[in-house]
């Protein structure tokens, strides 16, 4: 079974980057999707990116297209989310979450989820 923990997190001005690593221990890792989802305080859980097992098909919200780039390194068992050009409307708690095979929009899903990492944009 695949565990996640994502890192970092912090805290950038508009218009800055940062990187989010989900770390990933199990043995069948390049078996699971994984996708990023975000939370801000008050909103519901919403879709960000994800990746099929192999790297080979990725998926983008609308919001973020242009902007944040998912990949994954599974010599590494780690996902990678790269986000450029940040909008304090990127402010959430970030959390990666793996599901077998497929990469689906929907929370409920996704089998297992990391802790998350707080993501604050400032303006």
């Known amino acids: 079974q695949v565990q996640l923990v994502e890192s970092g997190g912090g805290l950038v001005q508009a218009g800055g980057s940062l990187r989010l690593s989900c770390a990933a221990s199990g043995r069948t890792f390049s078996s699971y999707a994984i996708a990023w989802f975000r939370q801000a305080p008050g909103k519901e859980r919403e879709f960000v990116a994800g990746?099929?097992?192999?790297?080979?098909?990725?998926d983008h919200a609308d919001s973020v297209k242009g902007r944040f780039t998912i990949s994954r390194d599974n010599a590494k068992n780690t996902v990678y989310l790269q986000m450029n050009s940040l909008k304090p409307e990127d402010t959430a708690v970030y959390s990666c979450?793996?599901?077998?095979?497929?990469?689906?929009?929907?929370?409920?899903?996704?089998?297992?989820w990391g802790q998350g990492t707080q993501v604050t944009v400032s303006s």
């Open positions: 979450a793996a599901r077998f095979r497929l990469v689906l929009k929907t929370p409920g899903q996704y089998t297992t």
């Open positions: 990746i099929t097992g192999s790297g080979g098909t990725t």
